[in-house]
């Protein structure tokens, strides 16, 4: 079992914590091997081959982003040469009022967004959604969509990091209508409130017992509490809210202490 250090990726608008990525555009490290043969500040590429289809992340957002979407696999691989990225957010904190953009208001065409985007006027076709701490929203490739200021993410998404602008609330910044434009879909956002979700990319459940086995090749994420996670080396090492675990290998693992424990399993 390794616990992980982040990439930090800071935003105008926030910052990002790229919790498990081998991407070479931010690329996580390790800050404890239990087995002991991974030395501390390894890159995890090391330890994936730079092959992990997911990327994980904890995105503080303290202003609104830019609406975009995200190419699917096809479209991606043709004209990115990269992964697609559908994704999905678990909301960790969210103020009262906090929002999400995902999707639209009706059916408008291709020529209906690019003038309202040209004229800085797309805010009446974007669907908001209200969020509330515990939500998760799933936002497949080709789902406008924006996060809103006053929120904490867990993004799990495809590993990519292939976005496109779409619009910018009038603030200036380069936009990509074309290739915006050309990967949009008919979709809608599937808001969802369990303990457990799976999609064509990615698990994730709410671990329940004090011990469980590992299947390998998983990763647990600390959504609150204090405490430690103990591997088959007998390795006590302490956690606590958003420290992330990455079991390259089938493990039983055991916890001591209040904590709430996610697991995420790539497809």
């Given at each position: 079992?390794?616990?992980?250090?982040?990439?930090?990726?800071?935003k105008?608008?926030?910052?990002?914590?790229?919790l498990v990525?081998d991407?070479?555009?931010g690329?996580?490290s390790?800050e404890?091997d239990t087995?002991?043969?991974?030395p501390?500040?390894?890159s995890?590429?090391t330890?994936?081959g730079?092959k992990?289809p997911?990327?994980?992340?904890?995105?503080?957002?303290?202003e609104?982003?830019?609406?975009?979407v995200?190419?699917?696999?096809?479209?991606a691989?043709?004209?990115?040469?990269?992964?697609?990225?559908s994704?999905?957010?678990l909301?960790?904190?969210?103020?009262a009022?906090?929002?999400?953009?995902?999707g639209?208001?009706g059916?408008p065409?291709a020529?209906?967004l690019?003038?309202?985007?040209?004229?800085n006027?797309?805010?009446?076709y974007l669907?908001?959604?209200a969020?509330r701490?515990g939500?998760?929203?799933y936002?497949p490739?080709?789902l406008?969509?924006a996060?809103?200021?006053?929120m904490?993410?867990l993004?799990?998404?495809?590993?990519?990091?292939?976005?496109y602008?779409?619009?910018?609330?009038?603030r200036g910044r380069?936009?990509?209508?074309?290739r915006?434009?050309?990967?949009?879909?008919?979709?809608?956002?599937?808001?969802?409130a369990?303990?457990k979700?799976?999609c064509p990319?990615?698990?994730?459940?709410?671990i329940n017992?004090?011990?469980?086995a590992?299947?390998g090749?998983?990763?647990l994420f600390?959504?609150t509490?204090e405490?430690?996670l103990r591997g088959?080396?007998?390795?006590?090492?302490?956690?606590?809210?958003e420290?992330?675990?990455y079991c390259?290998?089938?493990?039983?693992?055991?916890?001591r202490?209040?904590?709430?424990?996610?697991?995420?399993?790539?497809r």
């Amino acid at each position: 079992m390794l616990k992980l250090q982040p990439f930090i990726s800071e935003k105008i608008w926030g910052y990002e914590r790229w919790l498990v990525s081998d991407h070479p555009h931010g690329c996580a490290s390790v800050e404890l091997d239990t087995a002991g043969k991974i030395p501390a500040g390894a890159s995890f590429a090391t330890v994936t081959g730079g092959k992990y289809p997911l990327l994980i992340k904890v995105i503080q957002a303290n202003e609104t982003l830019s609406v975009q979407v995200h190419p699917d696999d096809d479209y991606a691989g043709k004209h990115e040469n990269s992964r697609g990225k559908s994704e999905g957010w678990l909301v960790l904190q969210a103020a009262a009022d906090a929002a999400l953009v995902a999707g639209f208001n009706g059916k408008p065409d291709a020529t209906a967004l690019r003038a309202a985007i040209n004229e800085n006027r797309l805010d009446g076709y974007l669907r908001s959604v209200a969020v509330r701490n515990g939500d998760w929203l799933y936002i497949p490739a080709g789902l406008v969509h924006a996060i809103g200021g006053g929120m904490r993410l867990l993004e799990i998404q495809e590993s990519s990091d292939v976005t496109y602008r779409l619009y910018d609330w009038g603030r200036g910044r380069e936009v990509h209508i074309d290739r915006g434009l050309a990967v949009v879909k008919d979709l809608s956002a599937a808001a969802v409130a369990v303990d457990k979700f799976e999609c064509p990319y990615f698990t994730w459940e709410i671990i329940n017992g004090e011990t469980f086995a590992g299947a390998g090749d998983e990763v647990l994420f600390v959504l609150t509490g204090e405490g430690f996670l103990r591997g088959e080396t007998g390795a006590e090492i302490p956690a606590r809210a958003e420290d992330t675990f990455y079991c390259p290998a089938a493990e039983k693992i055991s916890r001591r202490g209040d904590l709430a424990v996610l697991r995420i399993r790539a497809r």
